[in-house]
């Protein structure tokens, strides 16, 4: 048997901010995200026979070339879940995977890497009549959580949670959930400009950052706040209280990153200038009224955040006061995304 797949799935920047896990890459507490438009990742898996004894078999290349730091983590991830797809034992997977962003760029590409191979291995299961009694969307989540929490919530159109929480039916801290509730006109066409304030690798990885919350001081207040403000910001997503909810985006952006220079050793990943694109996204809010937040991702960069509607009276705004600021004037213009795409389906025994 041969078979062909290739997925595109989206990276997502989280409102609601997971930062601290426990056990098998399970939440500390829930947290909301909005797809992204513009930063994917194409995946394409190549099945065929086996040339080895190896238990794994596979070959990876990152842009058409070998990567070995990639693969290492490819082989890390597929040994784990190799007990959940037993075909992992007995075919070779050839692997090939691109960026609509420059790796480099400083986005996370974990969510929208990990996410696309599990879409691929997941529909692979579900070619080959493997029985699983999950909706395909949980299935692959779950598989993607495996590989980066912040993958599970990016097989879903518009927004998603991940992590079990009273204020949504049916959320889980093994798989994210659409969030499937009506909201207003304004948070069904958010735009999000990212701003590419460092495009260099950051000097802690969200691994140990997340680890570092296992003994924060402040850990159990951040974790009761965080399910308090997802309910919360929901409120506002349905009711259109863009003040509401910019502050709450706000809050959990830099509560996100007062959790690192408050963990012991301390650390932080912000950099001077993102610091001054926030205060001045702040005065100019303050000045016109505009509909305009941010929010911070694990790093430097900053994602600006309004309706479709602001669009003519921020735009001047970005590009003449906040564009400066980013490496070279590099910056992504998006908006929120439509959900992971099938690109190939092709299966012959």
């Known amino acids: 048997m041969t078979a062909k797949v290739a997925w595109r799935s989206p990276s997502n920047i989280a409102f609601i901010k997971y930062w601290g896990k426990h056990g098998v890459q399970l939440p500390k507490n829930p947290s909301l995200s909005m797809t992204l438009s513009k930063c994917f990742t194409d995946t394409s898996i190549v099945l065929g026979e086996k040339r080895t004894k190896k238990n794994i078999e596979f070959t990876f290349k990152f842009n058409s070339k070998e990567n070995k730091k990639f693969s290492e983590r490819i082989e890390e991830y597929l040994n784990q879940v190799s007990g959940q797809l037993s075909f992992l034992n007995h075919y070779r997977l050839e692997i090939s995977s691109e960026n609509s962003f420059p790796h480099s760029a400083g986005i996370a590409s974990s969510a929208s890497a990990l996410s696309a191979l599990a879409l691929c291995l997941g529909t692979i299961e579900q070619r080959l009549g493997t029985a699983f009694k999950e ?28 992590g079990q929480t009273e204020h949504i039916y049916g959320s889980s801290d093994n798989f994210a959930v659409d969030l499937k509730v009506p909201i207003h006109p304004d948070f069904k066409c958010l ?21 570092l919350m296992n003994n924060h001081p402040y850990a159990l207040t951040r974790f009761s706040e965080a399910g ?19 502050f709450i985006l706000e809050h959990e952006a830099l509560s996100l990153h007062a959790m690192m220079m408050t963990a012991n050793p301390w650390y932080t990943l912000l950099s001077s200038n993102s610091l001054v694109i926030m205060q001045k996204i702040k005065e100019f ?10 929010t911070l991702d694990a790093g430097p960069n900053v994602h600006v955040i309004y309706p479709a509607e602001e669009e003519k009276k921020v735009q001047t705004f970005i590009e003449s006061e906040l ?9 992504i213009v998006g908006s929120i995304g439509r959900g992971p795409e099938m690109l190939v389906d092709e299966f012959t025994r």
């Open 323 to 331: 564009v400066p600021l980013c490496v070279d004037n590099k910056y």
């Open 135 to 162: 909706d395909f969307y949980r299935r692959v989540s779950e598989l993607a959580r495996l590989g980066s929490g912040s993958a599970s919530r990016s097989l879903f159109a518009e927004y998603s949670v991940w």
């Open 228 to 246: 308090k403000n997802l309910k919360e910001i929901i409120a506002s997503m349905r009711s259109g209280d863009f003040d509401k909810f910019a």
């Open 191 to 211: 735009r999000d400009i990212i701003l590419l304030v460092d495009s260099t690798e950051k000097k802690v990885s969200s691994s140990v950052g997340h680890g």
């Open 285 to 294: 809010r303050e000045k016109t009224k505009s509909k305009i937040s941010f």
